[in-house]
């Protein structure tokens, strides 16, 4: 999880809301494994949903406000190693004058064919950082934040929602999930 855009998404909430993040396993103790150990009716079924990067979002606002904020908030950052790229990016031979000669020796060793060329950092070659629908290697993440080339999209999304009256299942297919197995 991208912590810096998860803190900004929560501080613009932190008035109304609280988000609960943890050990999967402990929360689903505390809100009941089954419809026999619950606390509530139907909150076991928010507990077998915890899997994976997920948690618990608590709040007194409207059901529809809490969907819109969810469904609009979309922040772009750098790609992370094995992210898969979105486009290829190739850079053509010639001066990188965006670079510093400083940078000529850590851009060679991210495997670009670079060399000084009267204080200019020149790619000698024609180079391919990424190709589209490949994983990211660690040099090409590397290269790609140099440029300013931003590839990974963070966003949230809703999985379920519970109230004392409903449970609403916001993505299908989930419902079967086991407990156990998480």
Request: aromatic residues 10%; charged residues 30%; negative net charge.
């Amino acid at each position: 999880m991208r912590n810096l855009k998860f803190k900004e998404f929560r501080e613009q909430l932190k008035a109304t809301s609280r988000f609960f993040l943890g050990s999967n396993k402990v929360m689903q103790v505390s809100l009941g494994r089954s419809a026999a150990d619950e606390i509530k009716p139907s909150l076991y079924k928010v507990s077998k949903l915890l899997r994976g990067d997920s948690g618990l979002f608590f709040t007194n606002m409207p059901k529809e406000e809490v969907e819109r904020l969810f469904n609009q908030y979309e922040d772009y950052d750098f790609a992370r190693t094995g992210s898969v790229a979105s486009e290829k990016v190739e850079l053509k031979e010639g001066p990188l004058e965006q670079f510093t000669h400083e940078m000529e020796p850590f851009l060679r060793k991210q495997g670009m064919p670079v060399r000084l060329n009267k204080g200019t950092v020149e790619l000698v070659s024609d180079y391919v950082v990424c190709e589209e629908g490949k994983p990211l290697s660690p040099e090409a993440s590397r290269i790609l934040r140099l440029l300013g080339i931003k590839m990974a999209t963070f966003r949230m999304q809703l999985i379920c929602r519970w109230s004392l009256d409903e449970f609403e299942l916001y993505i299908q297919g989930l419902e079967d999930s086991d407990v156990e197995s998480s």
